[in-house]
């Protein structure tokens, strides 16, 4: 197998089982409107009922959330951010399914790999493949052909379909702030979502009032009436989906496909965790480039740095240079590095942004590294340095 693929290490299946749960949540988003339906057909409004069905999951998260109450608070807008954006692409896509028509909506909301691609060029300057532009264009494509059918324009003609198009530019979202801050885990995200559903929900349905069904709040009996598809709809749906897309979306953030032994501009080594492999490319690519560099953890003022052995008798200091990259991608950068580190491993970032130290012991707070003392080697750079505490 090795001989067959020449220089490239055995594939390990780590990308499978992510793009395996974005193709099971897909089928969950895409069956989503039929409990939903159920839920307004028993007499209880479509915003009320997306608020509803979404406000219900936060109910068993309750003692996660006084567990967790100091991380969700450290993580601050961040963790509100994401959740908010969950909770109003959960919202309005609710909304649209019930009032309008479900394949424009689905295809709308569909077209988020647009805004995900321009969202993720603008704010952390991911380049454009020919993929993504096949992508962009096979989806503009199929909207005007589906919406060119009827002889209508090919942009929303009503208000469900502009939620649907707004709900898919609010996962878009969601996923950028997934991707830039990938240390918030996926329970954190869960319990600010579910908590965000209910209060957007409800904000919605006052603003919609009659346009998204019968005015005023529905009678006992009917709510009663609609708690086993309100439950149904809550835990064999929604939780489901929002679990396998955050948990298939995450992972797949942080299993990136790139060459091991990829160099970047700045200096920087990037090697796949593939035991077997990496120790057989390891001493060549040490040979070819000195910048991988092993010494004392003590003796920081060094300079002459040299590769050493493979052993863990000695703690590794990895340097990053970070300068001129705005925030958050010097601490993206050092995330990926870490990975790559051992406990007691130390790295060293220089960045030129004055929130980078801000941002990093933001970053130590949540994933459990110390932050070591820092300096300032020269007018305007900030050296950080981080301590791996955990693998």
Not at 100 to 116: A, T
Not at 121 to 140: D, N, Q, S, V, Y
Not at 161 to 188: F, N, P, Y
Request: some cysteine; overall charge positive.
């Amino acid at each position: 197998m090795t001989a067959a693929t020449g220089n490239r290490p055995p594939i390990d299946g780590g990308i499978l089982w992510p793009s395996l749960a974005m193709v099971a949540s897909s089928i969950f988003w895409g069956s989503m409107w039929y409990p939903l339906r159920e839920v307004e057909a028993a007499g209880i409004p479509a915003a009320l009922a997306g608020a509803l069905c979404y406000g219900v999951p936060l109910i068993p998260l309750l003692p996660f959330l006084f567990i967790r109450h100091r991380q969700l608070w450290a993580g601050g807008w961040r963790v509100l951010l994401c959740g908010g954006a969950l909770a109003c692409c959960n919202i309005l896509f609710a909304v649209a399914v019930v009032m309008g028509e479900i394949g424009i909506i689905i295809l709308l909301f569909y077209l988020s790999p647009i805004w995900s691609t321009i969202l993720e060029r603008i704010f952390m300057k991911t380049p454009l493949t020919p993929i993504r532009w096949i992508g962009i264009g096979l989806a503009l494509v199929g909207l005007m052909v589906l919406q060119g059918v009827s002889g209508r324009w090919p942009w929303p003609s009503n208000l469900a379909e502009w939620m649907g198009l707004g709900a898919g530019l609010c996962w878009a979202v969601a996923l950028l702030t997934a991707r830039m801050w990938s240390h918030i885990t996926v329970l954190d995200k869960s319990i600010a979502q579910f908590g965000c559903a209910l209060p957007v929900g409800l904000l919605v349905y006052l603003l919609l009032g009659d346009a998204a069904g019968p005015g005023g709040w529905p009678d006992l009996n009917i709510l009663i009436g609609a708690v086993p598809w309100i439950i149904a709809a809550a835990f064999i749906w929604v939780v489901p989906a929002m679990v396998l897309s955050l948990w298939g979306g995450r992972a797949a953030v942080a299993r990136p496909r790139q060459h091991p032994h990829d160099l970047g501009s700045r200096g920087r080594c990037r090697f796949r965790r593939v035991a077997g492999w990496r120790r057989s490319r390891l001493a060549q690519d040490r040979r070819r480039h000195p910048y991988c560099q092993r010494q004392p953890a003590g003796n920081l003022a060094g300079t002459a740095r040299r590769p050493g052995c493979l052993g863990r008798s000695e703690s590794m200091i990895r340097q990053h240079d970070a300068r001129g990259l705005k925030c958050p991608i010097p601490v993206l950068k050092a995330r990926k590095l870490i990975k790559e580190l051992s406990p007691g491993d130390i790295l060293e970032v220089d960045a030129t942004d004055p929130g980078a130290p801000k941002d990093f012991a933001h970053f130590c707070e949540v994933t459990g590294n110390r932050l070591l003392e820092g300096s300032e080697p020269e007018p305007g750079v900030f050296r950080i340095r981080v301590e791996v505490m955990g693998s």
